[in-house]
């Protein structure tokens, strides 16, 4: 089963930017919608992001105007660009499908702190 690799996590200080990126390499990466999601210490997972092969992309109230989620087919990559990142984005992020066909990644962490 595919697992993916998310890179692209750190320390930022508030209002800054991070850019995590997610590979996926399996058969039909092209034809999934892809999401992002983040755990938070002590809470549930939550989807934040998520892109239809058509390109339609959906956001969490939370990071609505912050976040914007993006796909390269050819290299089975997702990415999340995040910007003014507040406190509350700490968590470690994960990719996967919109459906969960993948298993789950290690993930990346993010921490947005002074």
């Known amino acids: 089963q595919v697992q993916p690799v998310e890179s692209g996590g750190g320390l930022v200080q508030p209002g800054g930017s991070l850019r995590l990126s997610c590979v996926a390499s399996?058969?039909?990466?092209?034809?999934?919608?892809m999401a992002w999601y983040r755990q938070a210490p002590g809470k549930q997972r939550e989807r934040v992001a998520a892109?239809?092969?058509?390109?339609?992309?959906g956001y969490a109230d939370s990071v609505k105007g912050r976040f914007t989620i993006s796909r390269d087919n050819a290299k089975m990559t997702v990415y999340l660009q995040m910007s003014s990142l507040k406190p509350e984005d700490t968590a470690v992020y994960y990719c996967?499908?919109?459906?969960?066909?993948?298993?789950w990644g290690q993930g990346t962490q993010v921490t947005v702190s002074s």
């Open positions: 892109l239809t092969r058509g390109g339609t992309t």
């Open positions: 996967n499908t919109l459906n969960i066909n993948y298993s």
């Open positions: 399996g058969s039909f990466f092209g034809s999934y919608a």
